[in-house]
């Protein structure tokens, strides 16, 4: 019977150990870390140049011909029904596909998606850096009705990032803008 009980206790315990864990997010050390990019006005930037601001970030391409559109406009769509909140907020586009995605075609595919969108490119080995901190799966493919062109598959996650640089939340593709302003609200709020 005590030794029962001390095995309920246990379990008990393992499962306050569980929940707790979970509140504090597993992902938190998963995404993240420092990237050097050159801006689409030329500029070159850091991470560390994005202290204290919230990173709103995604990763995709100005060719890619369904996924990124989609969610570049919901990021878009969330800042706006964000207000005021959003000023906290830095919004990211970075390339997987620097070797077409030059700074000058960047900058005008982002801002059609929100003015203060901020595009990113650089050398591929600088681009393999960002991508492989925020586990990025980034893969060419040849199209077979369109050979001439290829596609970069690549995975669709809207990454928040706190401003001590650090991972807060993500958003998965198909997330409607409302649903987005809700999800980031509250770490703007206590942010
Ligand atoms: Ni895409």
Known sequence: MIARRAFLALAAASIATTALAQTRDPLADRFGGPFSLTAHDGRRVTDQDFRGRFMLI??????????????????????????????????????????????DIIGDYAQSFHPRLLALTGSNAEVEAAVRAYKVHRVKYTPANDPANYGVDHSSLTYLMGPDGKFRTLAPHNTTPERMAEILRPYLERG
């Open 58 to 103: 995604y990763f995709g391409y100005t060719r890619c011909p369904d996924v990124c559109p989609v969610d570049l406009f919901t990021m878009g769509e969330a800042l706006k029904l964000l207000g005021k909140l959003a000023e906290k907020v830095q919004p990211l586009f970075i390339t997987v596909d620097p070797e077409r995605d030059t700074p």
